[in-house]
């Protein structure tokens, strides 16, 4: 009896530590349907790992690299203009690329989702439209620009290519550093 006790308790860690695995990979998605549209951005976003195609696409490549240090970063933003003061919000269709330096190489590490709700330089709108919704979740906001230039918006970081200890959806990602 107590031999069948502990290897039915080994087999139970065993299977968690595996579903703890198998969450890490995806983030800590679990929801099927998430699981489901993440896989199809991962299939739109795949030729962007070369940034060629993205400035073939009308990406256009930030300067700066953002990072906060000794919490994370974003990386490069390489931003499609068009799709930034599009209205609509398309999940195959992100209006930001990420890209990191990794071994001396800018490698698309994810994407985000940008919601205008302003002209540039425009304080929020009071009240605020309420906040897009992608992957089941409700886009960060609403926030002024960043920078001069920038309107006020929402927007969701989907960290596809790079894995985010913070989540799949957090701001800054622990893993990326700026040079």
Same mark, same amino acid.
């Given at each position: 009896?107590?031999?069948? *006790?502990? /290897?039915?308790?080994?087999?139970?860690?065993? @299977?968690?530590?595996? +579903?703890?695995?198998?969450?890490? #990979? /995806?983030?800590?998605?679990?929801?099927?349907?998430? %699981?489901? &549209?993440?896989?199809?951005?991962?299939?739109?976003?795949? $030729?962007?790992?070369?940034?060629?195609?993205?400035? +073939?696409?009308?990406?256009?490549? /930030?300067?700066?690299?953002?990072?906060?240090?000794?919490?994370?970063?974003?990386?490069?933003? *390489?931003?499609?203009?068009?799709?930034?003061?599009?209205?609509?919000?398309?999940?195959?269709?992100?209006?930001?690329?990420?890209? #990191?330096? =990794?071994?001396?190489?800018? $490698?698309?590490?994810?994407?985000?989702?940008?919601? +205008? =709700?302003?002209?540039? &330089?425009?304080?929020?709108?009071?009240? #605020?439209?309420? #906040?897009?919704?992608?992957?089941?979740?409700?886009?960060?906001?609403?926030? %002024?620009?960043?920078?001069?230039?920038?309107?006020?918006?929402? &927007?969701?970081?989907?960290? @596809?290519?790079? +894995?985010?200890?913070?989540?799949? *959806?957090?701001?800054?990602?622990?893993?990326?550093?700026?040079?």
């Amino acid at each position: 009896m107590q031999k069948g *006790f502990i /290897t039915a308790s080994l087999v139970l860690a065993l @299977l968690g530590s595996f +579903a703890g695995a198998a969450s890490a #990979a /995806t983030g800590g998605v679990t929801d099927a349907q998430t %699981l489901k &549209d993440l896989a199809e951005l991962r299939q739109a976003t795949i $030729k962007y790992q070369d940034i060629s195609q993205a400035l +073939a696409d009308g990406f256009m490549e /930030t300067e700066a690299c953002v990072a906060v240090p000794g919490v994370g970063g974003m990386g490069y933003h *390489f931003i499609h203009p068009a799709r930034a003061m599009d209205p609509t919000i398309n999940m195959s269709e992100p209006e930001v690329l990420l890209y #990191a330096e =990794i071994g001396g190489k800018l $490698k698309l590490v994810g994407v985000e989702y940008f919601y +205008a =709700i302003g002209m540039p &330089d425009a304080p929020i709108p009071n009240p #605020a439209p309420p #906040a897009p919704v992608l992957f089941g979740r409700d886009f960060d906001g609403p926030m %002024l620009g960043h920078e001069p230039g920038m309107p006020p918006h929402y &927007d969701l970081h989907v960290w @596809l290519w790079q +894995a985010n200890p913070a989540g799949m *959806f957090a701001d800054l990602n622990p893993n990326i550093s700026c040079p």
